[in-house]
């Protein structure tokens, strides 16, 4: 079993920065991929940005694209997202997700993941 814990949301203005974390227990998270997503009130949880196991490849979703960065601490068992330049419509709460597989094939369906966190609130206003 896996669990995981996001942190680091909160309020910042538009073109502000933040970055979130994803802390596992329970397991390492070597073995895993790691997913990033967002939901905003009234909408379907979308992936943002998944990061594998093996290799540190990751993919981003196009809204976020040159704005946002995964990456992962193996030694912390953390896995962050920076974002940068952010705007209004990146207001939601983001979850972070861990499934024990090779490959980020279908790394930002919801349905790919076995743990998820409890979520993060980001609010991008001014």
């Known amino acids: 079993q896996v669990q995981l814990v996001e942190s680091g949301g909160g309020l910042v203005q538009p073109g502000g920065s933040l970055r979130l974390s994803c802390t596992a227990s329970?397991?390492?998270?070597?073995?895993?991929?790691i997913g990033w997503f967002r939901q905003a009130p009234g909408k379907e949880r979308e992936g943002v940005s998944c990061?594998?196991?093996?290799?540190?490849?990751?993919h981003v979703a196009d809204s976020v694209k040159g704005r946002f960065t995964i990456s992962r601490d193996n030694a912390k068992n953390t896995v962050y997202l920076q974002m940068n330049s952010l705007k209004p419509e990146d207001t939601a709460v983001y979850y972070c997700?861990?499934?024990?597989?090779?490959?980020?094939?279908?790394?930002?369906?919801?349905?790919?993941?076995?743990?998820w966190g409890q979520g993060t609130q980001v609010t991008v206003s001014s």
């Open positions: 329970g397991s390492t998270l070597d073995y895993y991929v």
């Open positions: 997700a861990a499934v024990n597989v090779i490959g980020l094939a279908m790394c930002r369906l919801t349905w790919r993941y076995d743990y």
């Open positions: 990061i594998s196991s093996s290799d540190d490849n990751t």
